[in-house]
């Protein structure tokens, strides 16, 4: 499964931000997709997670209430909207897959920069 992810930017605390998550090269409706960050000197961290086929979703407690991940209208689409944004959000966020049974992320995008200004 090949992803590119996209939609980062510079916000404002308390503004909303929308990334977008392209799965190709086959279809995922078997698979979960994810949301990681990772900020300098830090491991990646999970943020949020969908499964694909019945929209089951996980989110990071840091994260709860705050950001939503959603399915898109094409099956190989998935949406993470941020709202209520906090500098400590500030992170390349990257988009990861893996199948519904497997333990490991084994596919990876490339990361997109969210930066959020107090």
């Known amino acids: 499964v090949q992803l590119q992810a996209f939609g980062g930017g510079l916000v404002q605390a308390g503004d909303s931000l929308r990334l977008s998550c392209a799965a190709s090269g086959r279809t995922v409706t078997n698979y979960i997709l994810g949301w990681f960050r990772q900020t300098p000197g830090k491991e990646r961290e999970f943020v949020a997670s969908i499964r694909m086929s019945v929209g089951i979703t996980k989110y990071a407690d840091t994260v709860k209430g705050r950001f939503s991940a959603a399915r898109g209208n094409t099956k190989n689409t998935v949406y993470l909207q941020m709202n209520s944004l906090k500098p400590e959000d500030t992170a390349v966020y990257y988009c990861?897959?893996?199948?519904?049974?497997?333990?490991?992320?084994?596919?990876w995008g490339q990361g997109t920069h969210v930066t959020v200004s107090s």
């Open positions: 990861a897959a893996k199948h519904f049974a497997a333990q490991e992320w084994n596919s």
